[in-house]
């Protein structure tokens, strides 16, 4: 029996997620790694069995197909689901104007997916990679006409610094345009760096943060303590970087924990970074390429970690947050508070 989902509001907006996205990268085989339509209808009805609602794809995954399986998937039903997808990552390599974040390949992008997906509209658009070319005016007016025109709903903002994302927000709030209300970030046990900026900056501005990369490129499953000759041959350049001895080490750490559960590491992992709702609105991707995976992913819903395995998890993957965070915390703190800090409860 799947655990069944609850739903949460979408950072600052008043749409209704469920608190699992499922992301469709893993939708179509162009990429050596993916699922076949058989296959990845099963991972879609899994997933809405449990509940489910929110849909990420992008343009680019599968060249296409990843939009196109999910509008026909999604077919009829289209109310009842919340479906995002991507623009910037390049569609025609030698073609400058087919990627980016400027007005030309936004308003392309779009069109090219509303007919992949079959839809006559886009719930949640998210700018897919800061560019360092476009302005932020350029973007954020090219993507408030879009949500004027009805094409979109809602916008969010993917793999970006955090200076550029609050500086947006700003912009748009301050000329009445439409701000993001997501912010979607690689964030695992094995990559935590997002706490320095992305994640205090995301409470700060009320961004629902959706990870990716939650289960660390599949390190964190356990699955290649052994060696990467477990990895399919087409993921084994991506998962050569995060076999690092720190990394397997935490992923050693996550199965000590599992054991003492009696459960799997993939769902302490994933229960993990749904613990993290203190640092911002957590809302993890799940990828799978076959139905059990999925069905072990939901499973983390079940999971409850308690202080000990918490902290425990938190020590082994722990990082250095560095200046400021660490000098205002630390011998900064008599200077700026006196010997007042002990004594003030903050509400915020």
Known sequence: MLARMDYMLLGRSGLRVSELCLGTMTFGEEWGFGSSQEESRKVFETYVEAGGNFLDTANKYTEGTSERLLGEFVGADRDSFVVATKYTLSMSPQDPNASGNHRKNMMQAVEQSLRRLGME??????????????????????????????????????DTPAWRVSQMNAIADLRGWTPFCGLQIRYS?????????????????????????????????????????????ARQDMVADSLTERNLAIAEVVGEVADGLGTTSSRVALAWVRAQQQRAQV???????????????????????????LGKLDEASAIELGFPHEFLEGGARPYIYGETFEKIRPHR
């Open 121 to 158: 509209s886009i719930d949640l658009l998210w700018v897919h990679a800061w560019d360092f070319f476009t302005s932020p005016e350029e973007i954020l007016r090219g993507l408030d006409d879009l949500v004027r025109q009805g094409k979109v709903h809602y916008i969010g903002i993917s």
């Open 189 to 233: 046990l094995i990559d935590r760096t997002a706490e320095r900026d992305l994640l205090p900056m995301a409470r700060a501005l009320d961004l629902a943060v959706t990870p990716w990369g939650a289960l660390g490129g599949g390190v964190l499953s356990g699955k290649y303590k052994d060696g990467i000759e477990k990895a399919d041959t």
């Open 283 to 309: 809302i993890p991707i799940l990828g799978a390429r076959k139905t059990s995976q999925l069905e072990d992913n939901l499973a983390s819903l079940d999971v409850a970690l308690d202080d000990a395995a």
